[in-house]
Nanobody
């Protein structure tokens, strides 16, 4: 089992950048698909980005494509989300999630979730 722990959130001005990290304990990190989701106040949680266990497949939500980059370092049991050109509408709690097996962007497929890290983008 993998237990994700997110870090790197904070307050940034519009147009700025942040890098989120998610470190997952457990000995089998390199067989897990990892993903980032986010939940804005008053809204449902939504998919942001996902990366396959080797990093060979990556998907992004249309709303972040070209601005966000997901990557992973299996030697460090860590997945990253580099967020550039941030907008106020990116304000949300960002969650890291893990699933065994093939890549997915479906929240229901992910069984291990972190506690979330707050990202606030001021205008």
């Amino acid at each position: 089992q993998v237990q994700p722990v997110e870090s790197g959130g904070g307050l940034v001005q519009a147009g700025g950048s942040l890098r989120l990290s998610c470190t997952a304990s457990g000995l089998t990190f390199n067989i897990y698909t990892m993903a980032w989701f986010r939940q804005a106040p008053g809204k449902e949680r939504e998919f942001v980005a996902t990366i396959s266990w080797r990093g060979g497949s990556i998907y992004y939500a249309d709303s972040v494509k070209g601005r966000f980059t997901i990557s992973r370092d299996n030697a460090k049991n860590t997945v990253y989300l580099q967020m550039n050109s941030l907008k106020p509408e990116d304000t949300a709690v960002y969650y890291c999630a893990a699933k065994r097996g093939t890549i997915s962007s479906n929240e229901a497929d992910f069984h291990s979730w972190g506690q979330g890290t707050q990202v606030t983008v001021s205008s």
